[in-house]
């Protein structure tokens, strides 16, 4: 069990689009749910925070009008790209948890290229 | 504030050798976990292993095991008997109890010649 999907896998959009990445939990309802963000040949880089029904905590330097994460249940969380540049290409992954273990179940991951 | 450090970039190995992947952390806590991801080229994260840090036992998963030196904050990766499709980034990550954020070391890149 503990398996967490993303969709899509693989995004090409325009700059100034808005993209919307999806993330869930497929077996369990996951209490908290991470967004990072990766580039190549680096470590993950946490963005934000998510609890169900509740705002998102951003980590510091990390644009919340411009990254928007909405978590509508504990089995979906949503990060939004808005107004997307191509300094916004990376790799996007989500890790859900679930009480009582403490490890993260991450997801394949979203590759985003901005044009 | 919490950091984890993994001193070593890249690291080599022949197929069916051993290989040690270091990792140092910082911390004034005193409950938390360790954990060592790996992440192939799909860069899907896959939880290779975790530690307790209450637990004096090294945790072991068949090839893998760790040497958990809780003193001197060390956490390193031993993987016995390599195979081709160990061949992955390699990333040390710890978490306290009193927080759900997983931080991670910078990675290392493992290569296993045949």
């Known amino acids: 069990g503990a398996v967490v999907s993303q969709h899509p896998s693989w995004v090409i959009c325009k700059s100034g689009t808005s993209v919307k990445i999806e993330c869930r939990s497929l077996?369990?309802?996951?209490?908290?749910m991470f967004w990072y963000r990766q580039f190549p040949k680096q470590s993950l880089m946490l963005m934000a925070t998510s609890n169900e029904g509740s705002k998102a905590t951003y980590e510091q330097g990390v644009e919340k009008d411009k990254f928007l994460i909405n978590h509508a249940s504990l089995t979906l969380s949503t990060l939004t790209v808005t107004s997307a540049h191509p300094e916004d290409s990376s790799f996007y992954i989500c890790?859900?948890?679930?009480?009582?273990?403490?490890?993260?179940?991450f997801g394949p991951g979203t590759r985003l290229t901005v044009l | 504030a919490q950091t984890v450090t993994q001193s070593q970039p890249e690291m080599s190995v022949q197929e069916a050798e051993t290989v040690t992947l270091s990792c140092t952390y910082d911390t004034s806590e005193s409950d938390y976990y360790l954990f060592w991801y790996k992440q192939p080229p799909s860069r899907q994260m896959i939880l290779v292993i975790r530690?307790?840090?209450?637990?004096?036992q090294n945790a072991t998963e068949n090839r893998f095991s760790v040497n958990f030196q809780k003193a001197a904050k060390s956490f390193s990766l031993k993987i016995s008997d390599s195979q081709l499709g160990d061949a992955a980034m390699y990333f040390c990550?710890?978490?306290?109890?009193?927080?759900?954020?997983?931080?991670f070391g910078t990675g290392t890149r493992l290569q296993v010649f045949p």
């Open positions: 530690q307790e840090a209450y637990k004096q």
């Open positions: 890790s859900a948890s679930k009480i009582p273990t403490v490890q993260g179940y």
């Open positions: 990550a710890y978490i306290s109890y009193n927080t759900d954020k997983l931080i």
């Open positions: 077996d369990f309802q996951a209490t908290t």
